[in-house]
């Protein structure tokens, strides 16, 4: 059965407040059946690791931005149609202090409206990249962003809703990384010892991009057979027998990768998406949703010159999506050094927030077309509160320094949903069903948590004093774009 039928059909139904029929809830069945839990993911193609890793340009000051079209080799010997903030794919990593103020003016130069949302930042809601704020093609705007928070590892990308998970896909993302005193004082790995990792994947026909999905596709996310890192595909990087420090984006529009290491070898887990852990964890492997990032520290010391360390996704819980293991890029050992760095025990002051704290408490249930017959079918597939996306409606009013509890509620659904919310960092208190608990990552400070099929996860934050309106969504970039997003109002 064809979307547009399927919607007409069941929206009827609930219209007419009518008992559905057999026929078409047999095909609702079905359909259920085959889509949930990523149940269309296309198998990884593993290349051969032959390409060299590279880096993009680090800015600090005095640069302008510009969306535009460009040509990038994606596959070997072949130019691809691309997007990117800066010449080829991707744009330029961000590297500034907390406590200044970054001016980035802006020049849109493709063919269509988009604009950057700069995730993870808390900056005001005029600078925060709210759909509403595109800039039209030709247009330019100048962000104006205070850096007034904790080093972390964030990165920026479009946010034109109905426009956002092609733009990501064609290349529009790139790196944005604060330092501050605490941070620095650790002497954690830097330099060429610092990688910064953004992993995607791409469907590529004859050579070029290729965004094109189904209504499968909408339901449970457009993924690809070849894994980009750094907009390269296979690559592989020299390393010395030291400690190498990993920040590790997902930029993928809907899949989900469980990062670990060939031969079992473990690796310590000291930030996500806020910034530092209070402790380091050791773990062997860790899962990562679209939008999510984590920081670790991989030690090459005790590896044999020539020996060859793959970053791999490994199977999971997940549906299809988690059902193949593959490797995304290789390390070789190619020189042996001395290297005197160990792990700080402590690495950063992390004050726990507590629930007795809250003025107020929110349900968000997130649901997918088949939990959610009664909803708005005529629009979207995905709900938040039996509500889709508009422009213009503010769905929550938050009072200006609140501190709220968020129970996002997947408990009935089959689908999985990274849920993003822009404007603050958030602490997570809780996760029920499903898996039940909190990961390494989910330690510190988050701005996207990952909530798997049957689970809730409960969240904890204060909102800032300014005022303004911002968004909250799921990263599956597909169901964003079909209307899982909702607006919420500081006031």
């Not at 529009?172 to 910064?196: K, T, V, W, Y």
Request: hydrophobic content about 40%.
């Amino acid at each position: 059965m064809k979307r547009r039928e399927f919607v007409k059909l069941s929206g009827a139904a609930a219209a007419s407040a009518i008992m559905i029929p057999p026929t078409l809830q047999s095909c609702m069945d079905n359909m259920n059946m085959n889509m949930n839990m990523g149940s269309n993911a296309v198998p990884v193609k593993e290349g051969t690791f032959a390409t060299s890793l590279s880096f993009p340009t680090v800015m600090s000051s005095n640069f302008t931005m510009k969306a535009k079209g460009n040509t990038a080799s994606l596959l070997i010997n072949q130019n691809a149609s691309v997007f990117g903030y800066a010449d080829g794919i991707l744009g330029p990593t961000i590297k500034v202090d907390t406590g200044t103020t970054v001016a980035i003016p802006f020049q849109n130069l493709l063919s269509e409206e988009t604009n950057i949302h700069w995730h993870g930042l808390l900056v005001p809601a005029n600078m925060d990249g709210h759909p509403k704020d595109v800039i039209n093609s030709g247009g330019s705007f100048d962000f104006s962003l205070p850096i007034n928070q904790r080093a972390g590892t964030y990165w920026y990308h479009p946010h034109p809703h109905g426009k956002t998970a092609r733009q990501v896909f064609t290349g529009l993302a790139g790196f944005f990384i604060a330092n501050d005193a605490e941070e620095q004082a650790l002497n954690l790995p830097s330099g060429d010892r610092e990688l910064l990792l953004v992993i995607q994947d791409k469907r590529i026909e004859n050579g070029q991009l290729n965004y094109s999905p189904s209504m499968n596709e909408i339901m449970t996310g457009y993924t690809g057979e070849y894994i980009l890192v750094n907009g390269a595909y296979a690559p592989f990087h020299n390393v010395s027998t030291q400690y190498y420090r990993m920040r590790i984006l997902n930029g993928s529009t809907a899949r989900v990768y469980n990062i670990s290491l060939s031969d079992n070898l473990g690796f310590e887990v000291i930030g996500s998406d806020g910034g530092l852990l209070a402790q380091p964890v050791s773990v062997n492997s860790l899962l990562l949703g679209p939008g999510e990032r984590v920081d670790i520290l991989v030690s090459f010391k005790n590896l044999a010159v020539g020996k060859e360390v793959y970053l791999l996704n490994k199977t999971f819980d997940g549906g299809a999506q988690g059902q193949q293991e593959f490797k995304i890029m290789k390390f070789t050992v190619n020189q042996q050094v001395s290297d005197a760095f160990s792990t700080p025990s402590q690495l950063s002051a992390i004050t726990p927030m507590i629930e007795g704290s809250a003025s107020k408490t929110r349900t968000m249930k997130i649901k997918g077309m088949m939990e959610g017959m009664s909803g708005n079918m005529g629009s979207g597939m995905h709900t938040i509160n039996d509500k889709i996306y508009d422009l213009n409606r503010i769905d929550e009013t938050i009072d200006a320094g609140a501190t709220e509890i968020w129970d996002f509620d997947n408990s009935a659904g089959d689908e999985i949903h990274p849920m993003h919310i822009h404007g603050v960092q958030f602490q997570i208190l809780s996760r029920t069903g499903g898996r039940g608990s909190l990961i390494a990552s989910e330690r510190g400070w988050k701005d996207t948590v990952l909530v798997m099929p049957r689970e809730k996860v409960r969240v904890i934050m204060k909102f800032p004093q300014d005022k303004g309106v911002y968004v909250f969504h799921c990263h599956n970039l597909e169901h964003e774009d079909d209307g899982m997003m909702l607006n919420y109002e500081i006031v």
